[in-house]
């Protein structure tokens, strides 16, 4: 059963789970959420900013030797561009801040940073040691709790309204947090809507890919999570590739795999078919 996760705009699809069984996708088990990569960068730059620090994309200033030998930031007038595109380039920043200092705790005891009704409780997690990154304007920062509540996000969704402007994108979306399901009950769902003959060897190969499945301890979590959702006869696996690149391009490696099958001709869809019965047919050729 593979748990896909995709970088998409906050309020879009961006993690899909679904059932596989003899390699055909099942379409009824098909989950999706808009909590995916995309939405965990949002969350880092708003903790970024809401401490004060802007995240200012390269573009918009060189590093020039002032001075004493001292590296000097100096604004540059940035014409031609965009607000999509500067925020486009605010989340890559904040998405490398993410990949290179978040991970996932192994259960929620580990979870240091604690909830009371869904609500976080500075006072306790103040002493969570603190994490220092370079922003490209050589200002560094320090993460500290973030660090850990930023990735729980998938496992809560209730903890992403202590980021207020992703809270409020989500919400404007028709998705708000509190509609959402953590990614552990959604794999969960996906295994109970297909047959009960099915559903052991479903627990036994969950398939982890996507960018986000690059998170330190995720893998073990959701085996964890989900152990305890199954039933008491079910032997829960979770897997990932190990090497990174892989990992992260999953899914286009199986579409270039599938693509180079002689059966995928029969997959095919004509420009002609296209217009003639739209997009569903595929699901058709290629269930």
Known sequence: MPCDEGKQLAGRPATRLAAVHDGYVLQKSVV???L?????????AAAVEAKGTQIRPRYEFTRREGP???????PVAAGGTTASYRNWCVDAIAGD???YICRVAGDIKEYICRVSDNAFDPQEN?????QAYELPDGQEILVGTDKFTIPEVLFNPLLVEGYTPVAAVLKEA?????GLQGIQHMAHDVISKCDVDVRKDLYGNVVLTGGTAGFAGLRERLEKELADLAPQMAKVKVVCPTNTVERRYSVWIGGSIL???GTFQQMWMSKAEYREYGAGLVHKKAP
């Open 32 to 34: 999706h959420t808009p």
């Open 36 to 44: 995916g990569g995309r939405v965990l960068s949002q969350c880092m």
């Open 68 to 74: 004493g030998g001292k590296l000097e930031v100096v």
């Open 97 to 99: 801040i993410k990949e």
């Open 126 to 130: 103040a002493h969570i040691p603190t």
């Open 174 to 178: 028709g998705t708000p947090p509190d």
């Open 259 to 261: 693509a180079s099958l």
